[in-house]
């Protein structure tokens, strides 16, 4: 983690100095454009062709792909990616926010804090969706715990006295927390300690994972999916996992 680097990426993307050429940089977030010139700090990194797809970051450690929406969308790109490099998937969460809203001359009306708390088991809710992919060898997964300033703008409103809404228009990182990486199969009980046990099940992960049910349920199922644990009966309605004997941790 270099805070200094980070702090210099955000830098480059407020005063309008994106290092990205060309390709998918109008529409892009702040969070993408600056998590890519963190990553990928040259331009010649940056928005590279492989085969039929283009990859956001290409250097050293191989491919990086930084995915702040919903993983399904990059399976066709992990299909091609994986057999021919090692592949970075880098996921940022939000741990805190700050909300300013802006009046409809664009300046600031408010500013308050968020009680939404983002954390790192918000990923498992996306682990089904490439599932398929988790246990090859050029697999890896880095989530990105960071802060951010989440601007909104007012709704234009054709009813006079209407309250106005507002609508998100970018959310600016403006702290790096923490980095999690996740580069091997063991590695998987950073974010769920009870797999350091025999066996366990969905309420183990919930509460040594300091997550819901529903949610600690989706991650050990997108992991049985892509047989990195198997199931060995059951406690009451629950599954009982333990690591696959299959898997080489």
């Known amino acids: 983690m270099d805070i200094l680097r980070f702090e210099q990426a955000c830098e480059t993307v407020r005063e309008g100095r994106r290092l990205q050429k060309g390709i998918g940089t109008i529409s892009e977030t702040s969070v993408h454009a600056v998590l890519k010139n963190y990553y990928g700090s040259y331009q010649d990194q940056q928005e590279q062709p492989i085969g039929r797809?283009?990859?956001?970051?290409?250097?050293?450690?191989?491919?990086?792909?930084?995915?702040?929406?919903?993983?399904?969308?990059?399976?066709?790109?992990?299909?091609?990616?994986?057999?021919?490099?090692?592949?970075?998937?880098?996921?940022?969460?939000i741990r805190n926010r700050q909300i300013i809203c802006l009046d409809k001359e664009g300046?600031?009306?408010?500013?308050?804090?968020?009680?939404?708390?983002?954390?790192?088991?918000?990923?498992?809710?996306?682990?089904?969706?490439?599932?398929?992919?988790?246990c090859d060898p050029n697999f890896s997964?880095?989530?990105?715990?960071?802060?951010?300033?989440?601007?909104?703008?007012?709704q234009k409103s054709k009813i006079s006295g209407r309250k106005?809404?507002?609508?998100?228009?970018?959310?600016?990182?403006?702290?790096?927390?923490?980095?999690?990486?996740?580069?091997?199969?063991c590695d998987w009980s950073k974010l769920l300690p009870c797999m350091n046990e025999p066996y366990f099940t969905s309420a183990d992960a919930a509460e040594t994972g300091n997550t819901d049910s529903k949610t600690a349920s989706a991650a050990l199922s997108a992991l049985y999916k892509a047989g990195i644990?198997?199931?060995?009966?059951?406690?009451?309605?629950?599954?009982?996992?333990?690591?696959?004997?299959?898997?080489?941790?």
């Open 53 to 93: 797809y283009i990859a956001d970051i290409v250097n050293e450690d191989g491919i990086i792909e930084i995915q702040t929406g919903r993983f399904k969308a990059l399976k066709n790109k992990l299909a091609a990616f994986l057999p021919v490099a090692r592949v970075t998937v880098v996921y940022p969460v």
């Open 164 to 185: 106005r809404k507002y609508t998100l228009e970018d959310r600016m990182p403006v702290r790096l927390v923490e980095e999690i990486e996740i580069n091997s199969l």
């Open 107 to 134: 300046n600031v009306k408010s500013r308050r804090r968020s009680p939404k708390k983002g954390r790192a088991c918000d990923i498992f809710n996306e682990l089904w969706g490439i599932a398929e992919f988790l």
């Open 141 to 154: 997964l880095k989530i990105v715990i960071i802060d951010c300033e989440e601007t909104r703008s007012p």
């Open 229 to 249: 644990l198997e199931r060995n009966g059951k406690k009451g309605n629950s599954y009982i996992y333990s690591f696959s004997s299959e898997v080489t941790m």
